[in-house]
Nanobody, 119 residues
């Protein structure tokens, strides 16, 4: 059974860099054709796709985040990390990691981690 667990600081100050880590179990993040996504859900809005990292380590981002985002991985820990620089209160929301399967789309999700950006 694939399980994903997000972890992060909970509280971040404006202009700081937010780092969120997703730890995967039951599947390797290097498995061919499986990608690993980050998604968030702003309050009162739908899901917002942020980006993903491929099984080979290439990262792709939503155009709205490209300047501020990076995703990298630690294959020894089976983890991948989202970093958002220069955060603002508008980045306050719940962040999810998920696995992207070649045919089934986002088939496994973490439970989410809440981030609040406040001074």
């Amino acid at each position: 059974q694939v399980q994903l667990q997000e972890s992060g600081p909970g509280l971040v100050k404006p202009s700081q860099t937010l780092s969120l880590t997703c730890t995967a179990s039951g599947a390797s993040i290097t498995t061919i054709n499986y990608y690993w996504d980050w998604i968030r859900q702003p309050p009162g809005k739908g899901l917002e796709w942020l980006g993903y990292i491929t099984n080979s380590g290439d990262a792709y981002f939503s155009p709205s985040l490209k300047r501020h985002a990076s995703i990298f991985r630690d294959t020894s820990k089976n983890q991948f990390t989202l970093q958002l620089s220069s955060v603002t209160p508008e980045d306050t929301t719940v962040y999810f990691c998920a696995r992207r399967a070649p045919r089934d789309g986002l088939d496994y999700w973490g439970k989410g981690t809440r981030v609040t950006v406040t001074s």
